[in-house]
């Protein structure tokens, strides 16, 4: 089955407790980026990835990393989480087409 | 800035037809995308508009005048599955960085 996949999908955490969210696509598309929502606010770009090794950023960026090792992996990095941190991460691939497809989210809490 | 206004909620009856609007402000345009998520959900795509005119995908339809900046999703036939939100977004040079509204809460009464 054609999926996006993140792990874990709930995390409750303390800050500065450096943590990474797993992110992995079947689908051999080269496009991955990751997103956060919060309520009123839609989606917001944190990184994206044309390729493997090459990344950027998006939006909203500050505090967060990531990496393109692999062409099915783009895992999301917290070095040192704070509270407004706290958000719905979402993990979402494409090919060359119109359609994005997402990942099952990430409810992650910073305390 | 770049924005993309959406009514924030609209309420519907099941069976009606309804219209939630998307007026964009970006630097570019490369395409209106339509999107529904569902409490607790992930966003699945709905629809997409390059060019003016209408697109239409069963009970969707999606339409786009780059003149006006503007486009709207139109659900027919609603049934109370479609109750969700909606999201537009646009890529203002690409399909793949997408400035997204703030979403629409579809509501459907039986």
């Known amino acids: 089955e054609a999926q996006v996949t993140q792990n874990p999908r709930y995390l409750i955490t303390v800050t500065g407790k450096k943590l990474t969210v797993t992110c992995s696509q079947n689908?051999?598309?080269?496009?991955m980026s990751w997103y956060r929502q919060d309520p009123g606010l839609g989606l917001r770009q944190i990184y994206y990835?044309?390729?493997?090794?090459?990344?950027d950023k998006g939006d909203v960026p500050e505090g967060y990393k990531v990496s393109r090792k692999e062409k099915r992996n783009f895992p999301l990095i917290l070095e040192s989480p704070s509270p407004n941190q706290t958000s719905l991460y979402f993990c979402?691939?494409?090919?060359?087409?119109?359609?994005?497809?997402f990942g099952p989210g990430t409810r992650l809490t910073v305390l | 800035g770049q924005s993309l206004e959406q009514p924030s909620e609209v309420t519907a009856v099941e069976g009606a037809i309804v219209q939630i609007n998307c007026t964009y402000q970006?630097?570019?345009?490369?395409?209106l995308s339509w999107y529904q998520q569902h409490d607790g959900g992930a966003p699945t795509f709905l629809s997409y508009?390059?060019l003016d005119g209408l697109e239409e995908t069963g009970r969707f339809s999606s339409f786009l005048s780059r003149s006006d900046s503007y486009g709207y999703l139109l659900l027919q036939e609603l049934q109370m599955k479609d109750s969700a939100s909606y999201f537009c977004?646009?890529?203002?040079?690409?399909?793949?960085?997408?400035?997204w509204g703030a979403g629409t809460k579809l509501i459907i009464k039986p």
């Open positions: 979402a691939s494409s090919s060359a087409s119109r359609e994005q497809f």
């Open positions: 689908m051999n598309h080269e496009y």
């Open positions: 990835s044309m390729n493997v090794e090459v990344t």
């Open positions: 970006t630097s570019g345009f490369y395409g």
């Open positions: 508009n390059a």
């Open positions: 977004a646009v890529g203002p040079d690409s399909n793949y960085q997408l400035i």
